[in-house]
């Protein structure tokens, strides 16, 4: 199909709904949808798509597009729905349960900051709050991960070595709003690359169960063991649904994460979304004037890629993870992780949070241009760093130290 | 004037594995939920109708029992608390697109239909979907030991109102009729033979059908479990649990006419009012006058 000039919303709302058709075949497809900015152009286009077997429902709030999508799901349907910042919050009840009941509905979040103070503009905040649920979570930079990744999210969902919900996340305006070239897929190709949802626990009167009742401390541990396996399983089944994916519409819709320039890299950024967009010009241009910089881009966020991510790194000593959210009292969410995950590690690496572009900020290159310099002069982790703030960067900067004197980040 | 007839004659159909309540359930004696759910059972077996439950946090899905048995004879899931009526939609939305033909039902609590339900129920009900809604109420959040609700009578002492509860009880009919969806109507489990009339109804009408049933909680009412059939009659003989029905938020038709029978022994007879809690010359005029209100509707505007 040529290229299309679209929004990242297009993009979604043309994925979901492709997806959704695409089980006309099966029990067909249904969503609870409900507005906020900057989501809204997405379910404005998924409720004006002419679906043959699909039901939109323009609900009353966000608790209620979410409990409608559940419905449909467990009657065994394709089921979808698009949400934001606030609306997350408001929604959260439902995500968890859409999650513990293993149904494969695909959300497509658009990240804006949590309020208040009121602001539509990016932050990851609002997505990273749902870490705990059992979500599969990935992050989109452009518009064609955006179209890609929602397609997968329904292929890898609906696995049946899956069975979980999956968040397919965009900067707010930056993605959502911004007309980019972009594949969209056909409705022939999205016929080929999802077959028919096979829900193994819907509804079913001939088999009356449950869902959902009472049960005991043990096999709650069952049930959380499960999903603890099944979210273990995600790297294999993901690198399967992106070759289906590649061999219908011919390109890879990238994996869990990507990196630049790491392999001898002593000092390697980590970072996500549009911020990472930015980070591959700054490191690029940097690698050019021979430092060894790298970058790691994250799209999967949950299950966390931990060995991917040690991997990706190698033996860098300097690792910057450059954080658009803020969680109170702690600092960057993906840093938590990207630190958790180099516990026991041989190397001494001092890893450093930068907290950047809260609130929507623009994240320049100059501003990364500022991150990398002050991670140069540091010799022991200091505290998340609010970049924006004045003076925050290169607080004491001191002649660069050797490697060996570094201590591990805490 | 008198009661409607109500006989115990039920139609021949033996509560077993097929029943919608199986037998084995862990529900309290005296239980109207349970009583509700039988004459849910018999109705959908009289009917030749299956079903689907969407049940929200309340006594009635605690009634499922633990996993990996559950006491019902339908598909079943247990939905958030506020959540029933928009769960259901999807359901229903999933039937009507694979020509189904089970009804779809909620079966929820008062503080699920007119507390923390109500923003989602009404959502439904203004969308028309084709749900029976069925509210068994009871008063009071029963499943978590007795505290008020938008429900709960003036008077009525509960944990979160030691003194007696100060407001009146919420007209959830009057907000349901306002929707005007197709189809709603009282029910008591005093008088089996309307609630099987208005269940069939129920299940042969297109769109929105919500039902109120007055359901007794000899935990919560402080009553006994050997009185419950016989309080909730009484409720309807005195006037303070009216049975009636509303056809497209327009027609009325009452059913059942008050013989005007002291409310006062309704009250004394559950330890939840306590001495002097309940004036009963003011409840007697809102009895009367609620009655004067309907029979003004029904004869204006004729079922």
Redesign the interface.
Known sequence: MPLEVVTGNHAAGHALSFAGEANRTG??T?C?IYPITPQTEIVERVAAFPFS???V?A???E??AM???????????R?FTASSSNGLAYMV??IM?TGFYRLPVVMVAVNRTLGPPWNIWADQGDTLMLRDFPWIQLYAANNQEVHDLTLVAFRLAEDHRILLPVLVCMDAFIVSHTQAETDLATQEQVDAYLPDLDLPHR???D??????????PD?TVSHRVDVDEAMQRVPQVLDECREAFAEVFGRDPSGPIESWHTEDADTVLVTSATVATTARRVVERRRAAGERVGLVKMRLFRPFPESALREACGAARRIGVLDRDYAAGMGGVWWQDTRAAFQGDALARLIQNYLVGVGGGDVTPELIDGILDDLATRQVAAPPVWVEVEGALARGAVAQPATADLEVGT | MSTVESTLTIPDIPCSEECLLRAGNTNCGGCGMTLGLNMLGRALAEADQQCQLAIPACCGIVAAGAFPTTAYSAPTVATTFAAAAAVASGMVAIRDLNGESHQVICWAGDGGTYDIGLATLSAAAERNEDIVYICYDNEIYGNTGGQRSSATPPGARTTTTPAGKQEAKKDIMGIMAAHGIPYAATISVAHPDDARRKFLRAFETRGMKFLLIHSPCPTGWKSEPGDSVQLVRLAVRSGLFPLFEVFDGIRYRVNAEPDWADPAEYFARQRRFPPDAVDLDTTRRVCRERFIRLHTLAGAFPA
Request: aromatic letters at 2%; proline letters at 2%.
């Open positions: 029990r067909g249904a609870g077997k699909g039901r429902v609900v009353e709030s608790h209620s409990a409608v999508t559940m419905g449909a799901s467990v009657a065994g349907a089921a009840e439902n349960v509804l079913d009167q088999h009356p169960r449950a869902l959902g009742s009472m049960v005991w096999a």
